[in-house]
């Protein structure tokens, strides 16, 4: 177990052979860690089991026993997921805000990536006055409250732009599904400046030489920033996509705002915060619908994870 | 029960329409500026021939071409953020100076309000307890981690376990917290923590209540989600310093412990910033968290969250925006220092 | 060049909003068509005329209970062709005013809290009820309703539902076995009270945790004590700032209402001491009356859907309710309550049509048949009540004795009545002192 978890470089046994005391030092130490991480991972997932388990435990068994009582009295059903997966009425099926869910999240995705990746190249490449400042502003924004931003950027919809009594954008006017448009406007907003920083981030230190001699072979930026830039910082924009994709499908606040309620509109988070009924008596239907909107971002994660590490790496170290 | 699928159509429909505009946008963009330089560059030459022809001073070029490509660039990065974040930004400062009804200048009685009253000086005591904890902690738990897992075998289990709180919702996150803090006086406890106090012979307690305890409870639900984003960012930026330092390193017979400071620490400094500046800013908008655990009752209550509370629930748009605006001032530190560490990288 | 440059912009200007048009352009709606001429449709007779019309409304109401109104208008919407579009959010409160700042005004909106209509109508945002609306509404409900959705003497909304909060729920069956019968005094309460303790159960069981809205419960106590102990005129001043919040009148009532709820003999059966009536969800709170452990619970009718389900709610059954006794029986009998008004932002032709629809006893009646309702509207039929605390609570509502006062705190303006007095109320439970928690409250009245 200990020598299939090498500690060294594989270079390393090669050129110095350790004294017998410092293997057995290093095995030692590696055993520790191995049980400490073990013990963190398992003191870190405890709480997501535990509701987890409760997810399949009747009602009233949640409100009276804890969750590790499941043990040993093991009492199972699906009646929560049930309730969430396929209670209908008025308000539709789950499988309707899923889809909606999709659609908000995946052009909110990809718009703010796009941009981001535009003007985080053009601050960290392209030299212009006052680019630091632009920047630094740019960076600054991200403190900006989205709670804040939610009235003024709702009345930009709802009656469009008037400077001085002139119409000078004229309001959306949406309705149902076009509402959609709203709700990736939003989201583009409020996720630029982290992505433009992080991208930013990563950008700044690609190896100058490499724009320098483009530059010098008559490459205009848009040329780089298409077929040099562009591949070097794709792990990049899988790490931002998934940052941004978590953020957008687990937002609750601007879909209410932008999307509203009703199933031709509303994303699964509205749905799941609305079964827990008006009063909120149902709330052990929260413990499935919390499994039920985990699985995508769950899935998303574990699939780009490769790309994410190599994304963050490159971005976070100075090349 | 049936689902019908052909309702969902126009969804559907509406996703490629977003989809179309971002191609026709994008690669519009993209287009125009290819196009618009070489427009330019013809024009330049053409003047330069008839410059030469004239015999005229030659037109001077290059400056102002590279900011306009620029301008092109950011085009639509700062139309958005004019429109969302810097517009209402303007608005919301100007609201902490009106009354509850905005029509009147109040001058700074929102801010003498919001250091006048005890309720509220608690809750900037509590962001700052925030901002100055999660960064810390979670940063200083990734790293150890990451440290810790670092090429073993079960390390991309491991980090998934980690980084699993991240793709729940700060609301999930709180609602399973909830169950862990939960507390029973009769029967049986349903909350982990109070089950494990039990179960050692000690007296279970309402672990919300008790102040400032409770603010530290909330503070491990945040460090519990974000802890993910700095072990993986961190893990990453080990795993890219190069071989051959390590080895060097290894080779001069360095300890563990000295490896970590004199090699891994200089080498991950810069991912160790991108981590602390991110959750210093994530953590002083943290609201959902606070607002589905407690409340912000109990003393519990951070910025965001009064400021919330002060602008949608009690009809006082005045008193939340200056709550705002100190957002925007405690942030101030973070963009100095982003000013002069952008400063140094530009020099070296 | 300043000039190429803004050409420049104009045009890429054009690209986005070229794309972004292209997603404007969605589908049209499907349209309902009327069915005025069917004989049912007769009822609807004066709300015809605007079919194909489209009627937002905005509430607090979700999943069931949204399903429940759908239902109830349905009819309405087949033969008048008016598309009803209900929307329900946990957010109502803050998102209404989110939407109406924002230009995005609902319809109509189901508001609880006079205090917040009072703000809108302050604003010049929620349009005078109509004169047919008027009209009907004066016709259905009592005046003491109306003056709480009435504004410098013009009518701003219309009651819809209602609940009656002064109940104690107990249980028939356990009452019965032990003996114990149903106090009609305040005195009697407290005797009880005394005799269960000493029987080694905890007679009293509450909770106060509500998510965001954790500690109504407990201000709906202070209202309920203060309407008994100082009467309803008192009580007026209060929920008006006519007397200051701190008066010792109000403090007085809040310690009596304190020998009930902080008394660790009486509380909090089924979940542990004083204290942990303020973690303790108001949904759960009254539960352990099923098992045994306590006794009796002060919550509004609507509790009637929160026990277990199996449990029977009826005066022979499982358990019931009955009214939190008066102090002073001279005093009259006062009755806690609270509802919600249907105010329009809009007053299109077709949006006042579903109002004064609302308003109506067709309505009233088409929901209370659906179960789980009840309304001040005096055409209500008490027969098409099904549940039978909602029957009691029509009869408590329709008896010319009862003095109905709305929930104070939703009278409040909202930084006082759904902040502080709220928050206030969990730092009560949580050992703060009287007069602390009311200088503390009145002091964030301004």
């Known amino acids: 177990m200990t020598t299939a978890t090498p500690t060294v470089g594989a270079g390393v046994q090669a050129t110095a052979k350790p004294s017998r005391a410092a293997r057995v030092r290093k095995r030692l130490n590696s055993r520790t860690a191995t049980l400490v991480s073990i013990a963190l991972a398992l003191l870190w997932t405890v709480p997501t089991f535990g509701l987890f388990i409760s997810s399949f435990r009747p009602e009233d068994q949640i409100k009276t026993t804890g969750w590790w009582t499941f043990f040993s009295d093991p009492q199972f059903t699906l009646e929560n997921y049930q309730e969430v997966l396929f209670s209908t009425g008025s308000s539709g099926q789950l499988a309707s805000y899923f889809i909606n869910s999709l659609a908000i999240t995946i052009p909110s995705v990809l718009f703010p990536i796009a941009f981001a990746s535009l003007a985080a190249y053009a601050l960290a490449w392209i030299n212009f006055k006052g680019r630091d400042w632009v920047y630094i502003a740019i960076f600054a924004m991200q403190i900006v409250p989205l709670q804040m931003a939610l009235v003024p950027l709702l009345k930009f919809f709802s009656t469009g732009v008037t400077i001085a009594g002139i119409q000078v954008l004229p309001a959306w006017d949406l309705v149902d599904e076009q509402k959609f448009a709203q709700v990736w406007f939003a989201h583009t907003c409020f996720a630029l400046p982290f992505a433009v920083y992080l991208l930013h981030n990563f950008i700044s230190q690609l ?31 899988a790490a931002i996509g998934i940052f941004q994709f978590l953020w957008v499908w687990n937002d609750l606040l601007v879909a209410l705002i932008f999307a509203g309620g009703g199933d031709e509109t509303a994303p699964l988070t509205v749905r799941l915060a609305e079964l827990a009924g008006t009063r909120g008596n149902e709330w052990q239907r929260l413990t499935a619908g919390a499994f039920v909107s985990i699985v995508v971002p769950l899935i998303v994660f574990l699939s780009l994870q490769r790309f994410f590490v190599r994304g963050l790496l490159a971005g976070s170290v100075k090349g | 029960m049936e689902f019908d699928f052909a309702a969902e159509q126009p969804k559907f429909l509406m996703l490629m329409y977003g989809l179309i505009a971002f191609v026709a946008v994008v690669g519009g963009l993209l287009l125009l500026l290819d196009v618009v330089p070489a427009w330019f560059s013809r024009r330049r030459e053409e003047r330069l021939v008839a410059a030469v022809a004239s015999g005229a001073p030659l037109p001077r070029r290059r400056k102002p071409r590279e900011g306009l490509i620029a301008l092109f660039f950011l085009l639509p990065t700062l139309l958005f953020l004019v429109i969302g974040l810097v517009v209402p930004a303007i608005r919301t400062t100007l609201l902490s100076f009106m009354d509850k009804d905005s029509s009147h200048w109040v001058g700074l009685a929102n801010y003498t309000w919001m250091f006048s009253e005890d309720s509220i000086v608690r809750v900037l005591i509590n962001s700052l307890v925030w901002v100055l904890l999660v960064p810390l902690v979670a940063s200083a738990f990734g790293l150890i981690y990451a440290v810790l897992v670092d090429k073993a075998r079960f390390e991309a289990v491991a980090k998934s376990l980690i980084f699993l709180p991240m793709a729940i919702s700060f609301v999930g996150a709180a609602i399973i917290w909830k169950f862990v803090y939960a507390y029973r006086g009769d029967g049986d406890q349903i909350g982990l923590l109070n089950q494990i106090v039990v179960s050692l012979g000690g007296e279970p307690k309402q672990w919300l209540l008790e102040s400032p305890l409770n603010t530290l409870l909330l503070i491990v639900i945040m460090i519990w989600i974000q802890a993910g984003f700095a072990m993986v960012v961190l893990s990453a930026a080990i795993k890219a310093i190069p071989a051959d330092i390590v080895e060097a390193a290894r080779l001069d017979g360095v300890s563990p412990w000295q490896m970590f400071w004199q090699i891994t620490m200089p080498s991950i400094r810069p991912a160790l910033i991108v981590v602390v500046v991110t959750l210093s800013i994530a953590t002083l908008k943290v609201f959902d968290i606070v607002r589905t655990a407690t409340n912000g009752n109990y003393d519990t209550s951070v910025i965001a969250n009064e400021m919330y509370n002060q602008a949608f629930r009690y009809g006082e748009p005045g008193q939340g925006s200056a709550l705002a605006v100190f957002l925007f001032v405690l942030v101030i530190p973070i963009v100095i220092y982003q000013i002069r560490n952008l400063r140094q990288q530009r020099e070296g | 060049m300043a ?178 019968s149903v106090p009609t005094t305040w005195d009697e309460l407290i005797a009880l009270s005394d005799k269960i303790a000493a029987s080694g159960t905890k007679p009293w069981c509450a909770g106060i945790e509500s998510g965001d809205a954790t500690g109504w419960p407990a201000t709906d106590w202070i209202e309920d004590v203060l309407l008994r102990t100082q009467g309803v005129e008192v009580y007026d001043q209060w929920t008006t700032h006519g007397i200051p919040f701190n008066d010792p009148k109000v403090a007085d009532a809040v310690d009596k209402a304190g020998t009930i709820l902080k008394n660790e003999k009486y509380m909090n059966g089924g979940f542990g001491g004083v204290k942990s009536i303020a973690t303790t969800s108001f949904q759960e709170a009254g539960t352990p009356i099923t098992t045994g452990k306590c006794a009796m619970h002060r919550q509004a009718s609507f509790y009637a859907n929160q026990w277990p389900q199996g449990t029977k709610v009826a005066e022979d059954g499982d358990v019931f309710a009955f009214y939190f006794p008066a102090v002073d029986p001279a005093k009259g009998k006062p009755v806690l309550g609270a509802g919600e008004f249907v105010s329009a932002f809009a007053d299109r032709p077709e949006v006042q049509a579903v109002q004064t629809y609302l308003a109506s006893g067709e309505y009233v009646n088409s929901r209370a048949k659906i179960g789980d309702w009840l309304s001040a509207n005096k055409k209500l039929d008490i027969n098409n009540v099904p549940n039978p605390v909602d029957k009691l609570s029509v009869q408590i509502l329709q008896d010319p004795k009862t003095e109905f006062r709305f929930d104070g705190s939703d009278l409040m303006p909202a930084a006082v009545g759904a902040g502080t007095f709220w928050k206030g109320m969990v730092d009560w439970i949580n050992g703060k002192d009287t007069t602390t928690v009311l200088n503390g409250i009145e002091g964030s009245w301004k």
């Open chain 1, 207 to 237: 190896p100058g030489e490499l724009m320098e001699s483009a530059r010098v072979d008559g490459a205009t930026h848009p040329k780089i920033f298409r077929t040099i830039v562009l591949p070097l910082i794709t792990p990049a924009l």
């Open chain 3, 3 to 180: 000039f190429a440059r803004s050409r420049q912009a104009l045009a890429i200007a054009g690209v986005l909003g070229l794309a972004l048009g292209v997603a404007a352009c969605g589908t049209g709606n499907d349209k309902k068509s009327g069915n005025a001429s069917k004989p049912e449709c007769a009822a609807y007779e004066k709300y015809q005329g605007h079919d194909g019309k489209k009627v937002t409304i905005y509430s607090s109401i979700r999943d069931i209970e949204a399903d429940r109104l759908d239902q109830s208008w349905k009819q309405f919407e087949d033969c008048t062709g008016i598309d009803i579009d209900h929307e329900g959010s946990g957010e109502f409160e803050a998102q209404l005013g989110v939407r109406v700042d924002g230009g995005n005004a609902p319809d109509l909106a189901f508001i609880p809290q006079p205090g917040l209509l009072k703000r809108f109508v302050d604003s010049g945002k929620i349009k005078e009820v109509g004169a047919d609306t008027k009209g009907l509404a004066e016709q259905n409900f009592s005046p003491d309703w109306l003056k709480y959705s009435t504004v410098n003497g013009k009518l701003y909304g219309v009651p819809l539902g209602s609940n009656v909060k002064s109940y104690v729920w107990y249980s028939p069956k356990t009452f019965k076995e032990k003996g114990w």
